[in-house]
């Protein structure tokens, strides 16, 4: 695995890349990896020639008063798990490569980031669409991973890629779970065991709903119930939002159909998570 920190020398690699007609996937990620992530990997190594994962915090992406000072870095730890799953090329900029003295210009999203995460966080999607912008630049992909887990930023992704004509395709790849039904999240580290058994209550509510569906519920409030009836039994789960949305313009839905997605934001202790499932007759 190479590693490289600076925009010439990636730019070097990708012209070498695609001067041998190698298909490069990428695979962005803000580190403190984890089988999540490692699935991504997995995806794209399938699917690509050349694997280009890049590692970098993106303070764009945080609030005033969220975790970027906190969040979890490991990049020893994240070097070795990268090597092992089959990266080519591991980039690992530091903000001064990313946003150099006087950057200004932000990719600014549409309507459909103004519910859930976009009210929730103000200002989080513009730094996460410029990012992945500037990255789909440098590293010219045929193809880019995501995970499920996150699936507003991947629709949102998916809007850029079409109205900025990007020439390449936004993959999405299903959530990975804990044994326990948890989904996998960097900011997991921060659950204290108690917290844990607390944020089981989000998967669960989500399978509830899911189960619902599968039994012939299709209105969006009964599954709505249905969500906060099973998280009244997790106390230590505050609850932002619980959304019945169309998968695409993530509008919310008064009838849920085949694919309809459910969307689910929550504080459990001082650490936000966020789920989903997709609904599906067939569970």
């Known amino acids: ?24 996937g990428l695979v962005p990620t803000m580190g403190a990896l984890h089988d999540g992530h490692l699935s991504l990997v997995d995806a794209a190594r399938a699917g690509s020639d ?44 530091t903000v001064e490569v990313m946003y150099p003295a006087g950057a200004e210009v932000r990719v600014m999203p549409g309507t459909a980031a103004r519910r859930w995460e976009g009210e929730f966080r103000p200002g989080h999607f513009a730094g996460v669409l410029t990012i992945v912008a500037k990255l789909f630049h440098l590293v010219e992909p045929e193809r880019a ?21 990007f020439p390449l395709s936004i993959e999405v790849v299903p959530t990975v779970r804990e044994p326990d039904g ?54 230590g789960v505050e609850v932002e939002y619980i959304a019945v949305a169309d998968p695409r313009t993530l509008e919310p839905v008064s009838r849920a159909d085949e694919g309809t997605v459910v969307l689910v934001a929550a504080r459990v202790g001082s650490t936000r998570l966020i789920d989903n499932v997709i609904l599906s007759e067939g569970l």
């Open 1 to 24: 695995m190479i590693e490289l920190t600076t925009v010439p020398e990636l730019k070097a690699w990708v012209g070498a890349a695609r001067a041998g007609r190698r298909r490069i």
């Open 50 to 93: 050349a694997v280009v994962m890049s590692i970098f915090v993106n303070p764009a992406q945080f609030g005033p008063n969220e975790d970027l000072g906190r969040y979890p870095r490991d990049l020893p730890r994240d070097r070795a798990l990268a090597a092992a799953r089959g990266v080519d090329l591991l980039f690992v900029p």
């Open 145 to 165: 991973w995501f995970g499920q887990k996150d699936f507003q930023q991947a629709a949102l992704l998916r809007q850029m890629v079409r109205d900025l004509d």
């Open 182 to 235: 948890l989904a996998l999240s960097s900011r997991n580290a921060f659950l204290s065991p108690a917290d844990h058994q607390q944020a089981l209550g989000l998967s669960r509510a989500l399978g509830a709903a899911a189960a619902a569906f599968a039994s012939g519920e299709r209105g969006a409030m009964a599954l709505e119930r249905v969500m906060r009836g099973g998280l009244a039994v997790h106390p």
